[in-house]
Every structure is written in C-alpha cells, then in structure tokens.
C-alpha cells in the first residue's frame, strides 16, 4: 500500500533534491568564476559542461542530501512542517553546515568568504525546494479552485 512506499518516495525525494542541488551547485560556481574573472556571466554556461560538473558534485550532494535532510524531513515530519518554504530553509542551511562542517576536523584551516556560502546556499535552498515539492503532503498542496459555488448554478455542470 502506500504506507510501504513511502520510503522509497522519501529516498527518491532526497535523490532528485540532490541532484538538482547539485546543478544549481555547477551552475553557480562557472557563473561566479565568470563575475570574478570579469568575464561575461554566461560565458562557457552549457548544458554539458553544466551536466558533468553536476554528475561530479552529486558525490557531495548525495550524501549531505541523506545524512541531513533525512532526519530533517523527519523530524518536520512529525510537526507537521514539511512545507516548500520550510524545506527551502533547511536545505539552504544544510548546504552550508554540509560544506563547512570539515571545519570541525582537526588541524583543518577554514575561512568563511560570502560567496561560497551564497553558493552553497542557493544550492541548497534549490535542492531543498526540490524536496519540499516532491514530499509535501496533499493538505498542504494548493487545490484548484472550484469552477462555481455549490448554491449557484452552473452552466458547465
């Protein structure tokens, strides 16, 4: 049933957040590198490129996606927060706490600089609303308006 599923949509979820954080992720370094090297912004954007950088990124998306965002979805999971919004939140934060954590290792150097953390943020936040789309729960889906009121009559009816 659909109980037994829903792990497999929740690993599914987490995987294609990944990969599209991992996207934006390719994306934004070649559009930074552009803007730092006072290039035009666009310059060397292709899919190709953009696709193979994806595939490698994937390798640090993937299991950041898993090891956070699977005890967040979780836990927003029993608040009942698993919004859009909320996800995006998290996973822009994820993004960055992924990333940095290697901080915490011993004898690791680490400078924080605005622009990694925008693009890993943006990264995130865009892996993040990936999931938040594929896992929200029908309650909180916008349901199309009806055509007409109940008491008035209706000439599509």
């Known amino acids: ?29 070649t559009v930074f590198v552009n803007i730092d090297s006072h290039l035009p912004i666009f310059n060397d954007v292709s899919f190709v490129r953009i696709f193979w950088m994806s595939v490698a990124f ?15 979805y979780l836990l927003m999971k029993r608040l009942n927060l698993v ?16 990333f940095y954590s290697v901080c915490l290792l011993a004898d690791v150097q680490c400078t924080v600089e605005w622009i990694p953390v925008l693009w890993l943020g943006l990264s995130g936040a865009a892996a993040g609303t990936v999931v938040g789309r594929l896992l929200r729960s029908p309650s909180n889906s916008p349901s ?4 007409c009121a109940p008491p008035i009559n209706c000439p599509f009816d």
């Open 83 to 98: 919004r859009v919004w909320v996800c995006s939140l998290l996973g822009c934060i994820a993004g960055v706490a992924g």
């Open 58 to 72: 994937c390798l640090f998306t993937i299991p950041v996606s898993w090891v956070l965002g699977l005890p967040l």
């Open 144 to 147: 199309p308006a009806p055509v």
């Open 1 to 29: 049933g659909p109980r037994r599923r829903q792990p497999f949509r929740v690993g599914a979820a987490l995987t294609f957040g990944a990969v599209a954080g991992a996207a934006e992720f390719a994306f934004l370094l």
